[in-house]
């Protein structure tokens, strides 16, 4: 649906296609309502914010969704918003007629697996303070890694700077345990603040577990003694190998997957 | 135009508009012919063999731009490449149908002003070894420090890592000559690898002129002698002031601007 039209197309000249000029979400629909979709409002007007793309009206976002997915139990809803239509060159037009995108995707059936292998990807995260934490549609990284790990038959990756900073997986923020404190990649430089992660970080201080928003570098990653990723739509996974060695996931891991399911969150487990 | 249909649009789905997977190049179009259309080309290709994009076949393509360019003879021609359709996620499709776009832009009449006001960008350059060099769609970077440009009513800005190490202009490379050495960013972390820059450094090698393509930091360009911007559509234009200090052009730029403009570019010009 483009700009409330069912079947609707884009036009060649929108900024979305010509430069990433936009943002999106992708939401999880179930039992007939957006899951966590305070959340990912919250993160797409910031981003609309930052952009200076106009903050969308929320009303008849909603509507749209709704009539889209009316009588779906479950599925994935992904909503994109772009700069619009523009003249050629980076310059944005000072009065934007943004695009509205909005798909719905019925999930594929069969439970997720309960192995999740990760190793390091060579492709490196994108790295710019300006950028960082918001959902853009500048994912070109996330793209070349995604082919990395699927020639690798690896089921995740996690990317790093090209210094060495860890970042997050392709499609999945990450966090790590060492001893008894919580620990995940902050993300001034690059990645995405996922609204999963948004949610873990709150449960942990409400479990009352010692957490660190941190630098994480690669050597430091390769000594978690568990691991876990986050993503809107999958919940929370234990990582059971990563760079070949097994990992389990243990009472942190699994006091924050029952906050999790006990916050709706039904996908979330641990191993 | 859209994959040879004039007046087309693209789907919702194409990954152009979803992550920004895709290229393009824009190409001065003079006396009813492509400009270094052999540069273009190669960069482009390279582009598609570094993103895993089958490479466009070229008669084809020339075909469209010529029947695009009719009867024009002066303008810019925008080709652009998208991964084409695809399923929601990061993963690339195994046969991707490659998506391309060409519009025609008639040039806007006038001569380009004299004057070229210039200053450092607070945007910073996004970065990414596996990306750097290549003319992709993942631009957001530019698109915010076009704006910022915009607000500060500068003619362009220099864009720099987030560690201050420079990368270009907001819409061109960079160039700057101190003593008789004509110094250019290196671009292994980020920018696009210009066409005119690579012509520049091709003239100057035929001049026998010492050449570095370096790291180059802020504190080093702010003391470069001369300075100049290129650019495929404007060719080379000296920077006439650079953080507010006046700046003129010598005997090297004067060299420069001369060899393009034997070779084709009317456009480039010294102070």
């Known amino acids: 649906m483009v700009n409330g039209q069912p079947g609707g197309t ?3 000249d929108d900024r979305g296609f010509a430069y990433g000029d936009g943002l999106f979400e992708t939401m999880a629909w179930r039992d007939g309502a957006l899951r966590l979709f305070d959340r990912h409002l919250q ?20 509507e749209e969704i709704s009539a889209l997915a009316d009588g779906q139990t479950r ?6 918003l ?6 050629r060159g980076y310059t944005a037009p000072a009065a934007p007629a943004v695009t509205r995108v909005i798909g719905f995707f019925p999930d594929s059936p069969g439970p997720a697996p309960a192995a999740l292998a990760v190793d390091l990807c060579q492709v490196p995260a994108s ?4 950028l960082a934490g918001l959902k853009t549609l500048n994912r070109l990284d996330n793209v070349l890694a995604r082919t990395e790990i699927s020639r ?10 090209p210094a060495g900073q860890v970042i997050g997986a392709t499609a999945a923020n990450v966090f790590g345990i060492r001893g008894d404190v919580l620990l995940t990649p902050e993300l001034s430089q690059g990645g995405v603040a996922g609204v999963m992660r948004g949610l873990v970080l709150d449960c942990a201080a409400t479990l009352g577990i010692t957490t660190r928003e ?26 059971t190998s990563f760079a070949g060695r097994p990992l389990g ?23």
């Open 82 to 87: 772009s700069r619009g239509p523009g003249q």
């Open 249 to 271: 996931s243990g009472k942190l891991t699994h006091a924050l997957a029952l906050a999790l399911q006990a916050r709706g969150i039904a996908e979330a487990r641990a191993c």
């Open 43 to 62: 993160r797409l007007q910031s981003g609309c914010r930052r952009l200076g793309l106009p903050v969308p009206e929320i009303t008849g976002l909603v």
């Open 214 to 239: 941190t630098r994480i570098d690669v050597d430091a990653l390769l000594h978690m003694e568990e691991m876990f990723l986050t993503n809107a739509l999958t919940g929370l996974r234990p990582v």
């Open 152 to 161: 690798r038959r690896l089921d995740e990756g996690i990317m790093c700077t």
């Open 10 to 12: 884009l036009r060649p």
């Open 127 to 130: 790295i710019n303070p300006v």
């Open 75 to 80: 599925g994935t809803v992904r909503l994109t």
